[in-house]
């Protein structure tokens, strides 16, 4: 419970972070601590399996073709952590105006997250390094004020 205190509370701090942030650099080896595409399609197996079934947020998946997602996904989280792929995806405001998330979702997806990357043993700190590159995506994904 305390590190999912902890990561939220970096989430939020890095909500409130400047927009740059999302344009900033990769951290130096998050790509390879996180296990490079590997490690990453096995993340991003594991988290979406867990979001499509939390009751908190799996509704918001239910016109969504998880492969689809999996792989869209992982390319997003590859690139953002320094790796070689090319996301080439909706932008964030595109992909989610009209599916009605709020904060309360947002937190319930930084949760299951986590929970996927405790699973794939990725320390904590390389965790913290990933979500604050994701963090400032809570502009355009949360569509609910």
Do not use: W
């Amino acid at each position: 419970m305390k590190k999912t205190l902890m990561a939220l509370g970096l989430a939020g701090a890095c909500l409130l972070a400047l927009p740059a942030l999302a344009q900033s650099a990769a951290p130096a080896g998050l790509y390879q601590a996180l296990g490079e595409k590997p490690g990453i399609d096995r993340l991003v197996d594991d988290f979406v399996n867990r979001a499509v079934k939390d009751p908190r947020i799996g509704a918001h998946f239910k016109d969504t073709k998880p492969a689809a997602l999996k792989e869209s996904l992982a390319d997003q989280f590859c690139q953002l952590s320094g790796g070689p792929c090319k996301y080439e995806g909706a932008d964030m405001k595109s992909a989610h105006a009209d599916m009605q998330i709020n904060k309360g979702h947002f937190h319930a997806l930084v949760e299951v997250l986590q929970s996927a990357m405790d699973a794939q043993g990725i320390p904590f700190a390389q965790q913290n390094r990933l979500l604050a590159l994701l963090a400032p995506m809570h502009r355009d994904v949360i569509t609910v004020h």
